[in-house]
């Protein structure tokens, strides 16, 4: 039976409006035709529609005629190309090939981005399937403070050396000033779950520790200590025990005073309304303190907290801590036990921070994102956030504007 049928492309192409593909496709099941594939994309107005179909070779000349006379009805060009079994295996084993989504951010994007990166994919064999613009539209005004451009690539092919391009990425990502994230386009990068966050540095900007220490009398030791530790130049447990030491004394109500006035990263108000609104589940995991950590679990309804205690006796803190250390290590394991309790596949967790101490997370995270991250981190991480503020996680997540200004309030 099969060789009395025939495979025929069609190509559309014109100036779009509604019923055009009705029209095409009201003649294609007059004959009865099967359709093997079908794909249709309107880029400013203009429609470009394919079609692929199985029709009797009878019926082949009719279907032509029919179509070619809509066509011209219609004031647009469609063209048809025969399609053997060898072309059509050919096809259906380039639909089955990797596909990877790079996203490109900035506060604008520049066509020597563009160009940069598009030349880097073309090296790798990758090949381009669709551009989609995720930011509303770019206001023409420059100056102003929420500009932002974000673009996703769809992209089709095995890249010859995934660690090389990732590193050329990165390197052009640095000099032209935008932020980019590679990942491989699967249901998981489309059902992400759980989300961790370092806290200090990443949810707000400061250092909780050199806040407490500055109210002490010790900030500035205290300050370079920290700033070793997250640039990953000595081990976190013992810097920690060393600059707990020196807050020996200090007033508990201290705390307070500085949890009311913490400075929240740009963005952070959005990112936690859209990730609660779309069911994520929400945790800090954080080489800081749990005291800060639950002040911003109430403001923001955070699911989990999970950071240092400092001891207080007679309403002044000891200089001790209390139970474990949650180091960089523990931040991994936690990250996998909530995911373990919430029922996430590790590919649909996203890990999101700054220092040394976040790298064991952000690598075991289906996503992990380095946010305006110390120069060891950033080198470290496979995507990161540096143009702008944190909501721009969202995108890496494949959100468009027009999807949450849709919800209100957004
Ligand atoms: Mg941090």
Redesign the pocket.
């Known amino acids: 039976m099969e060789h009395q049928k025939e495979l025929i492309l069609i190509r559309i192409s014109g100036i779009d409006r509604p019923g055009l593909t009705a029209s095409i496709t009201e003649i294609l099941s007059k004959y009865q035709v099967d359709i093997m594939d079908i794909g249709q994309a309107d880029i400013h107005s203009t429609l470009s529609l394919g079609i692929l179909f199985k029709c009797a070779e009878k019926d082949s000349g009719n279907v032509m005629k029919d179509l070619l006379f809509k066509a011209s009805d219609l004031g647009i060009d469609l063209r048809f190309y025969p399609v053997s079994p060898d072309e059509y295996e050919t096809w259906v084993n380039m639909q089955g090939k990797n596909r990877y989504i790079l996203t490109l951010l900035g506060r604008k994007l520049t066509a020597e981005q563009i160009s940069g990166a598009t030349k880097i994919l073309a090296e790798h064999n990758l090949n381009i399937d669709g551009i989609r613009r995720l930011t509303g539209r770019i206001p023409l005004d420059e100056k102003k403070a929420s500009v932002r451009a974000c673009i996703e690539f769809s992209v089709r092919g095995t890249p010859k050396d995934r660690e090389l391009l990732q590193h050329q990425l990165m390197k052009l990502s640095s000099s032209l000033a935008m932020d980019f994230s590679f990942q491989q386009d699967t249901m998981y990068r489309r059902m992400r779950r759980l989300i961790c966050f370092?806290?200090?540095?990443?949810l707000i900007q400061t250092?909780v520790i050199d806040e407490l220490a500055m109210r002490a009398g010790v900030g500035e030791q205290v300050k370079a200590i920290t700033e070793r530790a997250?640039r990953g130049e000595i081990d976190f447990r013992e810097s920690f025990t060393e600059r707990v030491a020196l807050l020996k004394g200090l007033d508990e109500s201290v705390m307070k005073e500085i949890a009311e006035n913490l400075p929240i990263t740009e963005g952070v108000e959005r990112l936690m309304y859209v990730l609660k609104h779309y069911g994520y589940k929400i945790a800090i995991l954080?080489?800081?303190f749990t005291y800060f950590g639950n002040y911003l679990k109430e403001k923001f309804g955070i699911d989990y907290v999970y950071a240092n205690n400092l001891e207080i006796a007679d309403g002044k803190l000891t200089g001790r801590y209390l139970g474990d250390i949650v180091d960089g290590k523990r931040k991994a394991e936690l990250l996998q036990l909530i995911a373990q309790v919430e029922r996430v596949d590790i590919a649909q967790t996203i890990a999101v921070?700054?220092?040394a101490?976040?790298l064991p997370m952000l690598s075991v995270a289906g996503l992990g994102i380095a946010f305006h991250a110390k120069p060891k981190v950033a080198a470290n991480a496979r995507q990161s956030i540096n143009t702008i503020g944190l909501d721009g996680v969202l995108y890496f997540l494949g959100f468009k504007d027009s999807y949450l200004e849709e919800r209100g309030k957004l």
């Not at 370092?198 to 990443?202: A, E, G």
């Open positions: 370092d806290m200090d540095s990443t250092e997250m954080s080489g800081g921070g700054d220092g101490n976040d």
